[in-house]
């Protein structure tokens, strides 16, 4: 298995553009919240607390594991995230006119579109193209920098 810092190395590669980066630093946490409102909507047929499970807390789980494989220090930070996204999906799924599910789905495009302006401007195709996996060390990429910033080891 590769290390994280040869998975963000390998990222990186493809996103030194100054504009390919501060559009990933708004794309990159939409894409993962949109997804995870999408599968927060998605109940399983599980009752904890007389609720409905939502799937994403099965799969975030998974993904938890996943991260702790290559940094727990980027599975500790992508826990708070979780957090972040479960508030939020509960706040939208308030105050919203429209279902978590369709804010999410349009948010979802709005942001792929804006990644593939990006790597357009980069002049380089996106990673996850050459690797599935490199949709998972994005956001621990943009991790990697606020860790960088307030002197937390990877």
Same mark, same amino acid.
């Not at 799969?59 to 220090?73: D, G, K």
């Given at each position: 298995m590769?290390?994280?810092q040869? /998975?963000l190395?390998?990222?990186g590669?493809?996103?030194?553009?100054?504009?390919?980066?501060?559009?990933?630093w708004?794309c990159? !946490?939409?894409?993962?919240?949109?997804?995870f409102g999408?599968?927060?909507?998605?109940?399983?047929?599980?009752?904890?607390?007389?609720?409905?499970? !939502?799937?994403?807390?099965v799969?975030?789980?998974?993904?938890?594991?996943?991260?702790?494989?290559?940094?727990?220090?980027?599975?500790?930070?992508?826990?708070?995230i979780?957090?972040?996204?479960?508030?939020l999906?509960?706040?939208i799924n308030?105050?919203?006119?429209?279902?978590?599910?369709?804010?999410?789905?349009?948010?979802?495009?709005?942001? /792929?579109?804006?990644?593939?302006?990006?790597?357009?401007?980069e002049?380089?195709k !996106?990673?996850f193209?050459?690797?599935?996996?490199?949709?998972?060390?994005? !956001?621990? /990429?943009?991790?990697?920098f606020?860790?960088?910033?307030?002197?937390?080891?990877?």
């Open positions: 590769k290390s994280l040869s /998975w190395s390998e990222y590669e493809s996103h030194q553009n100054h504009t390919n980066k501060r559009i990933h708004i990159v !946490p939409a894409i993962f919240f949109s997804i999408m599968l927060y909507s998605v109940k399983l047929p599980i009752t904890i607390s007389g609720r409905l499970l !939502p799937l994403i807390f799969l975030f789980t998974l993904l938890l594991l996943y991260y702790a494989r290559i940094s727990r220090s980027i599975a500790l930070g992508m826990l708070i979780g957090i972040i996204c479960t508030i999906c509960i706040a308030r105050i919203s006119p429209f279902p978590l599910w369709q804010v999410c789905l349009l948010l979802f495009v709005l942001a /792929w579109i804006g990644q593939f302006y990006g790597h357009k401007v002049g380089k !996106p990673s193209l050459k690797d599935l996996q490199f949709l998972l060390i994005g !956001p621990a /990429w943009l991790m990697s606020i860790y960088k910033r307030l002197g937390i080891g990877l």
